[in-house]
């Protein structure tokens, strides 16, 4: 069975910087691409960045180039979001997906989410 | 970047109703979107790829269908459970973008 588990959300100040892990299970995790997505309280869905299967490509949305990195870990079974910079605007619920082996393709698991307050 | 238009933004509809939401793609994505099903407090889930496959799992009153750049996802009986919101993906191109979702209720 695929399990995505997050972790590491929470409240931080303006300015400031956490780092969200995500542990993956029951799959071959060396041969897929991993996605973050988040989604704002109320809102919809908005793709954060995506990782290719053995982390040679990254990709970001411009909201967060620049301040935010995705890395992943194929030896630990884990993807992670480093976010810097925080603004209040980054305030979401973050999901971590796989993907398929290819970095363009649909999210076929889903974590169960994260929240991330930015917040004084 | 590509735009996806859903519509209409939310619908109510009787149990047993056949329900369709529509997505438009800003420029051609052939074939390369993706149907999830989100109801409140949960993570979404993909109910169709690829237009018009349906993920393993999804009961089959769900369908896909479209290319270019209109897409359609129906519920051919509504269903108490099929309350949610469902939102249409474009993965033909980065950035990889969403539609605005649809909010399916009872009425």
């Known amino acids: 069975e695929v399990q995505l588990v997050e972790s590491g959300g929470g409240l931080v100040q303006p300015g400031g910087s956490l780092r969200l892990s995500c542990a993956a299970s029951?799959?071959?995790?060396?041969?897929?691409?991993m996605t973050w997505v988040r989604q704002a309280p109320g809102k919809g869905l908005e793709w954060v960045s995506t990782?290719?299967?053995?982390?040679?490509?990254?990709h970001y949305a411009d909201s967060v180039k620049g301040r935010f990195t995705i890395s992943r870990d194929n030896s630990r079974n884990t993807v992670s979001l480093q976010m810097n910079s925080l603004r209040a605007e980054d305030r979401a619920v973050y999901y971590c997906?796989?993907?398929?082996?290819?970095?363009?393709?649909?999210?076929?698991?889903w974590g169960q989410g994260t929240p991330v307050t930015v917040s004084s | 970047d590509i735009q996806m238009t859903q519509s209409p933004s939310s619908l109510s509809a009787s149990v047993g109703d056949r329900v369709t939401i529509t997505c438009r793609a800003s420029q051609d994505i052939s074939k390369y979107l993706g149907w999830y099903q989100q109801k409140p407090g949960k993570a979404p889930n993909l109910l169709i790829y690829d237009a018009s496959n349906l993920e393993s799992g999804v009961p089959s009153r769900f369908s896909g269908g479209g290319s270019g750049t209109d897409f359609t996802l129906t519920i051919s009986s509504l269903r108490p459970e099929d309350i949610a919101t469902y939102f249409c993906?474009?993965?033909?191109?980065?950035?990889?973008?969403f539609g605005g979702g649809t909010k399916v209720e009872i009425k």
């Open positions: 990782i290719s299967s053995n982390a040679e490509s990254t």
């Open positions: 997906a796989k993907l398929s082996p290819v970095i363009l393709g649909p999210f076929d698991y």
């Open positions: 029951g799959f071959t995790f060396s041969n897929y691409a």
């Open positions: 993906q474009q993965y033909d191109d980065l950035p990889l973008t």
